[in-house]
């Protein structure tokens, strides 16, 4: 069984464009080329590396900012012009997930005043939420009963609003503790919430106690 995706001109544009191979190292082999998203994070992560775009400059990244918490969201004023194009879809619950993990991304974001590297928004190393939480069971950032219950509480959430009002402050305080966070797989996971709340659950709950990066399978359930 296959599936067939259609995609917009503009994600074909974002996620197709390969990035230059690295120049010789000078010995005689050439480095490494950057390894990229797969293909079922690439338009998370082309999203994202936007987002940090905006937040490149004092005025984006306050704009984006002003949607940190879920009360902000309903008017979302200032945001809009900088990402609507990049939304996916007409979807109340999509254009909600997409604003949430901008407004809180940009909440945690670097003062663009200062001189700084534009940060990996990929690494294969880095898993899903649940691998985050495994990380800060780990390090004593959280307890490590309170990493369990929380999955647990996060799972019976049944819609994204009400997911979101519970993870916000999470992912705040991980922030704080400059926990490692895939933002492109969040992005991922919080679209996918309100049509495939179990799936994304067990994906969490696989990360926290197995501490693997999670790679579903080529077969995708259809897009939001």
Known sequence: MTTTTTHTKQERAMTTDAPPAAPPTGDGTDAPEEQGPP???AWPTAFMEHVDDVCS????RSDLASG???RDLAEPWRMLPHLRSRIPGPHPDTKLAYLAVAGMYAAQAPNPALARERPVL???AIGNFGWTLAWAADT???RETGTT???QHLARQRSLTSLLRNLQPVIRQLGNDHAPLSWPRLLRDLSRWPRYRTKVADEWMDGRYTRTPHTPTLLQEPAA
Do not use: H, K, N
């Open 140 to 142: 004593g950032v959280l």
């Open 122 to 124: 990929y690494d294969p």
């Open 149 to 151: 219950e929380l999955l």
């Open 39 to 41: 293909p079922w994070l």
């Open 68 to 70: 940190r918490s879920l």
């Open 57 to 60: 400059t004092p005025g984006g």
